[in-house]
Nanobody, 123 residues
């Protein structure tokens, strides 16, 4: 059974950093495009960072965010630096249903979703 599990969220002060993890089971994550999406309170889910299949680094909407893979661990990470209160929300990772394609960082593209991890940036 294909499953994604996020972890690493929490409460952090402005200017702090967090590294989110997205651990996959039931499939080889390396072969799929993976996206990180944020849902802020009262807002739609929005793309934050996505990585194409068979690549080690991807693109992010903010230079403060870096997406990467650890293929041995079957895990994708999102490193977030210099966090601001506007970064607060539930962060989800998701997998594209098609293998070996370039990432399209739009939520409607992704079929498999994790349960989300809460990130709160507050002093």
């Amino acid at each position: 059974q294909l499953q994604l599990v996020e972890s690493g969220g929490g409460l952090v002060q402005p200017g702090g950093s967090l590294r989110l993890s997205c651990a996959a089971s039931g499939f080889t994550l390396e072969n799929y495009s993976i996206g990180w999406f944020r849902q802020a309170p009262g807002k739609d889910r929005a793309g934050v960072s996505c990585i194409s299949a068979n690549t080690d680094f991807g693109d992010s909407i903010k230079a403060r965010f870096t997406i990467s893979r650890d293929n041995a661990a079957n895990t994708v990470y999102l490193l977030m630096n210099n966090l601001t209160p506007e970064d607060t929300g539930v962060y989800y990772c998701a997998a594209d249903p098609e293998p070996n394609v370039q990432a399209i960082c739009v939520s409607s593209r992704y079929r498999y979703w994790g349960q989300g991890t809460q990130v709160t940036v507050s002093s």
